[in-house]
Each structure stands twice: as C-alpha cells, then as structure tokens.
C-alpha cells in the first residue's frame, strides 16, 4: 500500500512501517534476520470480495502517496521514485548474502520505535527495513501517532515539510473512503490493519553519511469485519530510502514507493475476517536486522 507522503508514503497506508503503538496491545519485539533472496505465498484475496472495491482502494493509497511527494523538486518523479536510478548505482546495487552477524541492531526494546542504529552500511540496511515497517503501518493515518512517527524518523528539517504533506494526503475524505472516520478510526465492529513485512534490502549508494536504499516488502492492510467494505488483502512493493546521518542516528530524508515485485499468488485459502483481526493481536511485530 502506498504511504500517505510524497517522498514519503503511500496511503495504504497500511500504511511509515512498527511504530509506537502500530499494533493494537503490547507488542512483543522479535529480533529476526532478513530473508536473502526469496518471496513467500501470500494468500489470495478473499474469495468474493468485488475485485474492483480491492483495487479501488489500493488507487487511493498510491494517490495519497503521490500527492504527499508532489512539488518535491529534488526527488526522483511521483510514485516511481523507487524505481528511478542511473545504471552506475543499479550495477553495483547487487544481492548479498543476509548471513547473521552476531551484532544487535538497536538496543530500544517494547513498544517503542526502533533508533540508535550503527553509523555503517548494514545499520543503515537494518534503519531503512525498520522504518519501512513504521511509514507502513495502522498508526500512520492517525494525526498524533503520524506526528510522532515523523518527529523520530525523519531529519529535523524535513519535519515540517513531511507533517504538512502527509495531513493533506490522509485527508478526511481519504480516511471514509478506506473505512475510517477524520481521525482514522475504523467504523464499529471492523479492525483497521496495516502490517509491514520486509523481505529483504539492497545499498543503492553509501557515502559515510548518507545511504540510499530499497528495501522490498510485503503485507497486509485493510479492514478486518463481517460488514467492512475494503477487506483486508496482501500486496507487495518496494519503497526507496534515502538517508542521513543526523544526531547520532540514521534519519530519514526522502522516501518513495512503487509496486513489486510481486509472486504469483499461492492457492492459500483466505481466512475470515475474524481470524485476521485475532492474528494482529496476537503476533507482535519484528525488529529487522541486516
């Protein structure tokens, strides 16, 4: 889903994802490693839901995202900022084994936002998969856990900016229209969710203290409820980092997001709304490391 900020998010806003209260109750924080190079089956969108509802509102998130990042005169052009590049970067932007390294990727743990990520390239590679969990996630279409998502990942000067184009993007029109009333709460008995997963990450440049990267995800978003009108379903896309090194800590500088690559759907049966809106609440999220 796209996050709701031009160089920003897209609107799925499944969407920034794994921020301070992104899931319902306490979340329990996984330390886990990177897949290296391998998708994994997704279940299909349900079986009778209108396709065209599905597709509406996956529009509306990539809309949301492009409107965030209109008038970003530096950044690569709305929506494919992600698969923007110049061929010297993509040669040396190759796969790399995700072998564990023994080192911890950050040393916050609880329901707070990962940070204190090591001044190198694969914490730099484990910055950009945790912020993607977070850019991505339920809390991201809510005013005041928007604010403090952006506060903590984003460079001090880019505050302002981002806030003003993310409150436009998620706008309360946008918000009915994905089943959420102005302050992106979902309508009563239905479960708004928006959960990140990346697959894997790749350094397009790396000088010191900057870092450009994509980092390829997976995940679900949508609303969980017998009577809900934009059902939860799966997607898959990419989303370009750009980072600074900034007060002790990788932050983020401009982002964009574009669809893909996506596997061909497994013959997973899809479960009900119920069972969704449970496995939330359940399953913590991770703390991705490179």
């Known amino acids: 889903m796209n996050i709701g900020g031009g160089d920003e998010y897209d ?45 509406a509102v996956v529009v509306l998130l990539i809309a949301a995202i492009a409107f965030a990042n209109r008038g970003d005169g530096d950044g690569g052009g709305g929506g494919g900022g992600a698969g923007s590049s110049d061929g010297k970067n993509d040669a040396a932007a190759q796969a ?36 993607a969990v977070a850019l991505v996630s339920a809390d991201i279409v809510k005013t005041k856990e928007r604010d403090a998502i952006i506060q903590q990942l984003f460079a001090p000067d880019r505050v302002t900016e981002v806030q003003g184009k993310m409150d436009k993007a998620y706008s309360p029109k946008l918000l009915a229209r994905m089943g959420l009333d102005e302050n992106g709460i979902a309508k009563k008995d239905t479960k708004y969710i928006s959960r990140t997963a990346p697959v894997g990450t790749t350094v397009r440049t790396y000088k010191g203290d900057t870092a450009k990267l994509d980092v390829w995800c997976t995940g679900v978003f949508g609303n969980a409820g017998k009577k809900s009108t934009t059902p939860v379903t799966s997607d898959w896309f990419t989303l370009t980092v750009e980072l600074t090194w900034t007060d002790g800590d990788w932050k983020i500088r401009k982002f964009s997001q574009k669809e893909g690559p996506a596997p061909v759907n497994g013959d997973n049966t899809a479960s009900s709304a119920d069972e969704i809106a449970a496995a939330v609440d359940k399953f913590g999220g991770f703390t991705y490391a490179r």
């Not at 920034?16 to 897949?35: F, H, I, M």
């Not at 391998?38 to 969108?45: D, F, L």
């Not at 990962?114 to 390239?121: A, L, N, Q």
């Open 11 to 55: 609107a799925r806003t499944r969407t920034s994802e794994g921020v301070p209260g992104a899931q319902d109750g306490a979340r329990t924080t996984t330390r886990t490693r990177l897949p290296g190079s391998e998708g994994s089956n997704r279940p299909p969108t349900r079986p009778g839901r209108s396709l065209v509802t599905v597709v």
């Open 96 to 131: 790399q084994p995700t072998a564990p390294t023994g080192e911890k990727p950050v040393k916050t743990t609880g329901d707070t936002l990962p940070s204190g990520f090591p001044h190198t390239k694969q914490g730099a590679q484990s910055a950009a998969a945790n912020y």
